[in-house]
């Protein structure tokens, strides 16, 4: 399977989503809409989750970039975006404000939330 899921370390993070330390308002990076699976290794619907976002990254590929960030490698990361469970999905636009939702979602809640929060049809 080509174009899976990318880890993303906090440093990846701050050279291809957005600077944090540089302070100010938001402002993404990216030239393609992005979604983040904040995980765990140890977590059970995380590891459901993961083909999942696979099969996502496929489908959109060229459309949406998807990444993973191990929540307990990168915590600084998670403590940015206050992740308090595993998995959280951060929803990125090209433009307007990033989205967070909990759970391991269903993949036609991912169809949705592509459409209308990262506004990209397949």
């Not at 979604?35 to 459901?48: E, L, M, Q, S, V």
């Not at 090209?94 to 993949?107: V, Y």
Request: aromatic fraction near 12%; glycine fraction near 8%; include cysteine.
């Amino acid at each position: 399977m080509a174009n899976m899921t990318q880890t993303l370390t906090t440093d990846g993070f701050k050279q291809k989503i957005f600077d944090y330390t540089k302070g100010g308002e938001w402002s993404f990076k990216g030239d393609r809409p992005v979604i983040i699976d904040f995980y765990a290794t140890w977590c059970g619907p995380c590891k459901r989750l993961a083909p999942v976002l696979d099969e996502l990254a496929q489908e959109y590929d060229g459309k949406v970039d998807i990444f993973k960030v191990d929540t307990d490698q990168e915590q600084e990361l998670a403590g940015l975006f206050e992740i308090r469970s595993v998995p959280s999905i951060l929803f990125i636009p090209k433009n307007g404000a990033p989205q967070m939702a909990a759970g391991a979602l269903p993949k036609d809640v991912f169809y949705s939330a592509i459409k209308d929060v990262l506004g990209c049809e397949k």
